[in-house]
């Protein structure tokens, strides 16, 4: 089955410092590919997704990448901001069944 | 429109009981998932629905963990004779066979077996 890892586990950067988390999969059938950020107490709510199709996709300070050969996608945030200390969880996905996440990164943004 | 719901929002049981927790999907969505998310760790996929198919149950971790769908609609996740380390939110997430394939969540169930 898939398996997918997400790294850091950890990462803390300075307010309008970039942030940059990385996930590899592991089942050459993945097609797509989601992220979510999670705050305390909260539910998961997808930022942005990308499908195999293509190779880099953004949204405003949200990019994500995607290596379909070396089976890896990125999640970067640029200029960060406060509001965007959470835990962020990557996912990868035939597009049916299950979906298999990473174990996810705390984010934390200091002033 | 309206989200996914989830009930209860909080329960606690003792040890041995059996608990049943209940997910109302995005109307007209054919997919339903359920996640256990324990505290400060990753989403632990459980069972997926899809129509009338036969659901995947590969992620479920003991014979005391069942879920149903009924009509397509609702589902129920039963656990029986609860253990401590059944304590965990259960979340339940829907989509659509449409695509973009975007998974909603609902606000999860949080399950305290004491």
């Known amino acids: 089955g898939e398996n997918v890892e997400q790294h850091p586990s950890t990462l803390s950067v300075q307010e309008g410092d970039s942030a940059v988390i990385k996930c590899t999969y592991s089942?050459?059938?993945?097609?797509?590919f989601p992220w979510y950020k999670q705050e305390l107490g909260k539910r998961p709510q997808l930022i942005i997704d990308?499908?195999?199709?293509?190779g880099e996709k953004k949204d405003q300070r949200i990019a994500v990448t995607l290596n379909k050969t070396a089976k890896h996608f990125s999640l970067h945030i640029t200029e960060t901001q406060p509001e965007d200390s959470a835990v962020y969880f990557c996912?990868?996905?035939?597009?049916?069944?299950?979906?298999?996440f990473g174990a996810g990164t705390q984010v934390v943004v200091t002033p | 429109g309206a989200g996914v719901s989830q009930s209860p929002s909080n329960k606690v049981t003792e040890k041995g009981k059996d608990v049943e927790l209940r997910c109302d999907p995005i109307?007209?969505?054919?997919?339903l998932y359920w996640y256990r998310q324990s505290l400060g760790q990753g989403l632990e996929f459980l069972i997926y629905f899809q129509g009338n198919s036969a659901p995947d149950k590969s992620g479920l971790p003991s014979d005391r963990f069942s879920a149903e769908r009924t009509g397509g609609s609702v589902s129920t996740l039963t656990i029986q004779r609860t253990q401590q380390e059944d304590s965990a939110v259960y979340l339940c997430a829907s989509s659509s066979d449409r695509g973009p394939y975007e998974q909603y969540f609902g606000p999860g169930t949080r399950l305290t077996v004491t």
């Open positions: 109307s007209g969505h054919t997919a």
């Open positions: 089942d050459s059938a993945s097609n797509y």
């Open positions: 996912a990868a996905s035939t597009g049916w069944g299950k979906f298999q």
């Open positions: 990308i499908r195999s199709n293509v």
